[in-house]
């Protein structure tokens, strides 16, 4: 993804304009916070949302709430 389809500006232009990126390392330990307020490490957090692979995109709701 970041090698071929992110290097081509037409889609890194659209991506930014219509989207918020988030990156998250599948098996990291940095410290992030879900949408309910949890912080948990970035590989319990994909756990949580069932990411097994990369490159994974998801797509949530302006307001998850």
């Not at 389809?5 to 659209?14: G, H, V």
């Not at 930014?16 to 490490?41: C, I, P, T, W, Y």
Request: hydrophobic letters at 40%.
């Amino acid at each position: 993804m970041h090698e071929d389809n992110f290097t081509i500006p037409a889609i890194t232009d659209y991506v930014r304009k219509h989207f918020s990126v988030l990156q998250l390392n599948l098996r990291g330990d940095r410290r992030v916070a879900d949408f309910d307020g949890e912080v948990l490490a970035e590989h319990k957090l994909a756990r949580k949302y069932g990411v097994n692979f990369t490159p994974t995109l998801q797509f949530f709701p302006a307001d998850p709430s």
